[in-house]
């Protein structure tokens, strides 16, 4: 899997919209862009992916550049139980293949 | 719903005994599941793959004998942690790709405590 690089954390108004840039040079063309979030001591939730084009699901929005190397996930109007660790993950597709999970950034939505 | 469920959440053992953890995909079939463990503070580690059917794969540094893991249907892998130690005190917690998603689900993990 090609590595991602998040920054370690960020603040996020309540009801603002969050903007959580991820970095994946190294992808590959067959490699998806996956965003999962875990919130303390529970198992990663998984939010949207895509592959080239920009995605919109009822969680959050996923925003690929052009060449692909880099992306943005955008949840629209942030609320408290938004705060979690998000990990942007790069990977193939398919019931074999695995993720691997990087750092995360540790977003925090305050009041 | 939950699509990937995972028992016990939490269990607390002895040192030198062993411990089961089940995880159970719900409403399809997993020929392949993944079993990642987290310490506290740090990301997601993959231990191993499960496979159906056959041996389960292992990362690298991962001891086959100590975390065994049977996938003997195709809903069900389990992770037992053989004489087990304070240090393999952590979180596990197992994932499944349901077919025709392309989305890899995690269960709720569990929770080991080693006396």
């Known amino acids: 899997d090609a590595k991602t690089t998040q920054p370690t954390s960020m603040d996020c108004a309540e009801g603002r919209a969050a903007n959580l840039p991820c970095n994946h040079s190294?992808?590959?063309?067959?490699?998806?862009v996956y965003w999962y979030r875990q919130i303390h001591s529970q198992g990663p939730q998984y939010i949207i992916h895509?592959?080239?084009n920009n995605e919109t699901n009822e969680m959050a929005s996923l925003i690929i550049t052009e060449d692909r190397k880099s992306s943005t996930l955008i949840l629209p109007h942030a609320t408290l139980r938004d705060t979690a660790v998000y990990y942007c993950?790069?990977?193939?597709?398919?019931?074999?293949?695995?993720?691997?999970f990087g750092t995360g950034t540790r977003l925090q939505v305050t009041l | 719903g939950a699509v990937v469920s995972q028992h016990p959440s939490w269990v607390i053992c002895k040192s030198g005994t062993s411990v089961k953890i089940e995880c159970r995909s719900l409403?399809?079939?997993?020929?392949?599941m993944f079993w990642y463990r987290q310490f506290p503070k740090q990301s997601l580690m993959l231990m191993a793959t499960?496979?159906?059917?056959?041996?389960?794969?292992?990362e690298q540094g991962v001891e086959k004998d100590k975390f065994l893991i049977n996938h003997a249907s195709l809903t069900l892998s389990t992770l037992t942690v053989t004489s087990a130690h304070p240090e393999d005190s952590s979180f596990y917690i197992c994932?499944?790709?349901?077919?025709?998603?392309?989305?890899?689900?995690f269960g709720s993990g569990t929770q080991l405590s080693v006396l």
């Open positions: 994932s499944a790709t349901r077919p025709e998603t392309e989305k890899l689900f």
């Open positions: 190294t992808i590959s063309g067959n490699e998806y």
């Open positions: 895509g592959l080239k």
């Open positions: 993950i790069a990977g193939e597709t398919g019931t074999a293949s695995k993720l691997t």
């Open positions: 409403d399809f079939q997993a020929t392949t």
């Open positions: 499960s496979n159906e059917g056959s041996k389960a794969t292992y």
